[in-house]
């Protein structure tokens, strides 16, 4: 029911701006107690939390990233984005935007719904 699906550049230059773009489908991305996450996977290596925006568009960030990231919303297009800038070879990972289920919608954390991913590449 719920879909998710990134887009962006796949290519990004070093000291650049990373910008990917999630569009949600069969949810809205205020409905209370949900929240809308990125999340990325460096060639081989586990997942990584960036961070969320929430139903009322407060947003969180994981304190290696947040220094450099800003996650935003479209709520009239139903989309949030991802920001990430001054980026390196290091940030090359595939992205993934995710849905994430609140203990006060559930029972527990959850994160429901993934989109595809997409690989982004930071080199010169």
């Known amino acids: 029911q719920v879909q998710l699906q990134e887009s962006g550049p796949g290519l990004v230059k070093p000291s650049q701006t990373l910008s990917l773009t999630c569009t949600v489908s069969?949810?809205?991305?205020?409905?209370?107690?949900?929240?809308w996450s990125w999340i990325r996977q460096p060639p081989g290596k586990g997942l990584e939390w960036i961070g969320h925006?929430?139903?009322?568009?407060?947003?969180y960030y994981s304190p290696s990233l947040k220094s450099r990231t800003s996650i935003s919303r479209d709520t009239s297009k139903n989309q949030f984005t991802l920001q990430l800038s001054s980026v390196t070879p290091e940030d090359t990972a595939v992205y993934y935007c995710?849905?994430?289920?609140?203990?006060?919608?559930?029972?527990?954390?959850?994160?429901?719904?993934w989109g595809q991913g997409t690989q982004v590449t930071v080199s010169s």
């Open positions: 925006i929430s139903d009322s568009g407060s947003t």
């Open positions: 069969g949810g809205s991305i205020t409905t209370r107690y949900i929240h």
């Open positions: 995710a849905r994430v289920l609140t203990p006060w919608y559930g029972n527990s954390w959850s994160f429901d719904y």
